[in-house]
């Protein structure tokens, strides 16, 4: 059995601590390195011999830590959110230049995504839907990321939800939720929650809901690992969890 070794970027953080700890206990992972805020990435991956950089850092540095990574000699998998389609085009010319690939995922629980999946496919058979969303109080956007990718994917499946719903007098203004492409949308703050999310879809005599609760960050490490196994075997450049699930 192979054994990949592994730089862990942002290793100080609340995601880097996590990881480290993951690659600590796995037997088919080896720490190769610890790099944090004033360390030299390139240095410590050349010194290592990495084979994979696990990235959970700060979305302003995002283009330089894959530049580093890629041109310093390993792949990447990078949770670090901020992408867009126009740095994608870029990393996918720096993975043909070194031949090293690089996975970004802006979620890596597996169960999350499957979730966005399973809505997705539903709401194919479904006029009503809604998603509720939990997370802690001290998150400071709403509805989540998820929430709304979770009814971007849904809304590829249909065009209009909840016509046949009545809602004239609002008693308290906003109390239908936020509202994307008719979907209805809520968030909930407050202590106890870390992520959870619930979408609920409704037709005449029936409703389903799907429901994923992440209690904590380990939560995320089946996906890194999965995407450390996929990136260093394909120099290609993959952007969701779901292209591997
Ligand atoms: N994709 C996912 O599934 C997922 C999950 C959780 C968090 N995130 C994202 O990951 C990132 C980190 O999240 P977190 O909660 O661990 O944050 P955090 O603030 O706890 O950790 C960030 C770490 O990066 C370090 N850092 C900052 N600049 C650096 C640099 N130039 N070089 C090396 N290290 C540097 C900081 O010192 C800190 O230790 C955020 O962008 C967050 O949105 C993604």
New binding site residues.
């Given amino acids: 059995m192979s054994v990949l070794k592994v730089v862990v970027?942002?290793?100080?953080?609340?995601?880097?601590?996590?990881v480290v700890d993951f690659v600590e206990h796995h037997s088919k992972l080896q720490l190769a390195g610890q790099?944090?805020?004033?360390?030299d990435?390139g240095a410590v991956i050349q010194q290592g011999s990495a084979d994979v950089v696990v990235?959970?850092?700060?979305?302003?540095?995002?283009m330089?830590?894959v530049k580093t990574i890629l041109f310093s000699g390993a792949a990447a998998v990078?949770?670090?959110?901020?992408f867009t389609p126009e740095d994608l085009e870029t990393i996918r010319g720096w993975v043909k230049e070194t031949g090293n690939g690089c996975f970004i995922?802006?979620?890596?629980?597996v169960g999350n995504v499957l979730m966005q999946q399973f809505a997705k496919q539903a709401a194919r058979y479904y006029e009503y839907a809604e998603i509720i969303e939990y997370h802690h109080e001290n998150k400071v956007d709403f509805p989540s990321g998820t929430a709304v990718k979770t009814a971007e994917l849904m809304a590829e499946e249909r065009e209009k939800f909840n016509v046949g719903t009545n809602d004239q007098v609002a008693n308290v203004e906003g109390s239908r939720g936020g509202d994307f492409a008719g979907i209805k949308l809520h968030a909930v703050r407050m202590p106890g929650f870390v992520a959870s999310q619930e979408v609920i879809l409704g037709d005449k005599g029936q409703y389903m809901t799907i429901r994923h609760d992440s209690i904590e960050?380990t939560s995320?490490m089946p996906?890194v690992l999965m995407a450390c196994e996929h990136i260093t075997a394909n120099a290609e450049l993959v952007y969701g969890l779901e292209h591997i699930l």
């Fill in positions: 970027n942002g290793a100080r953080g609340k995601m880097g601590q996590t790099v944090d805020l004033g360390d990435l990235d959970f850092t700060r979305p302003e540095i995002r330089d830590t990078v949770g670090t959110t901020g995922a802006p979620n890596f629980i960050r995320y996906g």
